[in-house]
């Protein structure tokens, strides 16, 4: 059983960067074909696949997002990360990691994903 779990400070100010890591258990992160996605659902809208790095270590981006995120990992502790940088208001939303595949393109639909982290709470704010 694949279990993900999300950690980071849940208030960051405005212009800060915002930084989370994803740690996995119960699978490799360098499996092949498995993407690792962060996705996120801000208050009253719908889920927004921010971004995903692959088992290869190849990172894509939603272009909404593209601009101001990072996605990396660090193998030897199955682990990866989401920094957002210069975040606003309109960044507070509850983050999730999770995982799809197995796929030969990066699923970049939130339905396409079948393990999830519980998700935490972040919250841009002076």
């Known amino acids: 059983q694949v279990q993900l779990q999300e950690s980071g400070p849940g208030l960051v100010k405005p212009s800060q960067t915002l930084s989370l890591t994803c740690t996995v258990s119960g699978g490799s992160i360098t499996t092949d074909y498995y993407y690792w996605s962060w996705i996120r659902q801000p208050p009253g809208k719908r889920l927004e696949w921010m971004g995903a790095i692959d088992y290869s270590g190849k990172t894509s981006y939603s272009p909404s997002v593209e601009s101001r995120t990072s996605i990396s990992r660090d193998t030897s502790k199955n682990q990866f990360t989401l920094q957002l940088s210069s975040v606003t208001p309109e960044d507070t939303a509850v983050y999730y990691c999770?995982?799809?595949?197995?796929?030969?393109?990066?699923?970049?639909?939130?339905?396409?994903?079948?393990?999830w982290g519980q998700g935490t709470q972040v919250t841009v704010s002076s």
């Open positions: 999770a995982r799809g595949g197995p796929f030969v393109a990066v699923p970049t639909s939130t339905h396409q994903y079948d393990y």
